[in-house]
């Protein structure tokens, strides 16, 4: 996870999934009601649409909202570790280390090259998250600071408006992030949407004690995800539980290549530079959606982009059409 950028109850796993749900005017997710499935809900539920979390569901990266959590939370407890240092001392720490793994990696001019550089790049991501447990960052921390955080995230305009589109035609749903709380992700998508238990949140999680502290670590969870090959796992588990499912993916860095790659269907999340110059160098190739055949197979070096939500309600698999 890039820092600059952006059990427990909470644990991800998929609950069954329900073929329609009744539409309202209000953002409240209802209960799923009767229907009689047409060709267009038949095919388009055999795809599982899986989201990145940070600057696809939500308009800018949140990550710096969990920090700020723990940092609440060392404010108003006295059994809070002393001397954190600030979040600039991580992010710096993270691109002093990456800045110097890039240079001693050297060119990339092959998508091989870039897969294998950021696979790797995993030793980077586990050394930033070791400095953060060894500081006691999330030492005391209770998931009311995360949700008090998670109030603040701002979701893309059209995001409610698929998720419903998609309960309509039965499509299995999903997000999947390198953030660091589930509980994080599931109480802004509750705040703002009622319950979506019916959306598993494959994540990292910060590790509660029995009395629901933070006890500093960071990786409570089935779903530990560093990078973008971590996600291609999930891809791959995803696939070999639902045989016959076809995945879209969407996502919206470089550290989504991966699993945009392994999915049926990638597709890019707004007009972020560094990916967009990186697929070009390695020879992908990025349509818009509305270029998508879903009847021809396969082009391994071929994704799909969108500016806004919106724009899959209009082309693809779940378009009202």
């Not at 998508?111 to 070791?130: H, R």
């Not at 419903?164 to 749903?173: A, I, N």
């Not at 996502?251 to 290549?257: E, N, Q, V």
Request: aromatic share 8%.
């Amino acid at each position: 996870m890039v820092l600059l950028q952006s059990g427990n109850a909470y644990t991800a796993t998929y609950a069954s999934t329900k073929s329609i749900h009744e539409v309202s005017s209000s953002p409240t997710i209802r209960r799923p009601i009767a229907y009689r499935p047409t060709l267009k809900s038949i095919m388009a539920s055999r795809y599982i649409l899986v989201m990145d979390w940070d600057e696809t569901i939500t308009r800018a990266d949140t990550v710096h909202l969990v920090a700020e959590a723990a940092y609440q939370a060392h404010a108003t407890s006295s059994t809070s570790p002393r001397g954190v240092p600030p979040w600039s001392d991580f992010t710096n720490a993270y691109m002093t280390d990456y800045l110097a793994y890039q240079s001693s990696f050297g060119p990339r001019t092959s998508l091989e090259k870039e897969l294998e550089f950021l696979t790797a790049s995993a030793t980077i991501e586990q050394v930033s998250v070791s400095r953060i447990e060894k500081a006691g960052l999330f030492k005391s921390i209770k998931a009311k600071h995360l949700q008090e955080q998670a109030a603040k995230v701002e979701i893309r305009p059209g995001f409610i408006d698929l998720i419903r589109r998609c309960r309509t035609l039965g499509v299995m749903l999903g997000i999947m992030s390198v953030n660091w709380s589930q509980v994080f992700i599931r109480s802004a998508l509750e705040q703002k949407y009622g319950s979506c238990d019916d959306v598993p949140v494959y994540c990292n999680e910060i590790e509660f004690d029995k009395e629901g502290k933070g006890t500093g670590m960071m990786s409570c969870s089935d779903y530990v995800l560093r990078t973008g090959a971590d996600k291609a796992k999930v891809i791959k588990q995803l696939l070999a539980r639902n045989s016959g499912k076809k995945i879209v993916y969407v996502g919206d860095s470089t550290g989504d290549l991966h699993p945009l790659l392994h999915a049926d269907i990638g597709v890019i999340m707004g007009e972020k530079k560094s990916l967009r110059e990186t697929c070009e160098r390695v020879g992908i190739t990025i349509k818009h959606i509305s270029l998508l055949d879903v009847a021809s197979p396969k082009d391994g070096r071929v994704l799909y982009c969108i500016r806004e939500w919106k724009e899959l309600l209009l082309h693809g698999p779940f378009a009202d059409k």
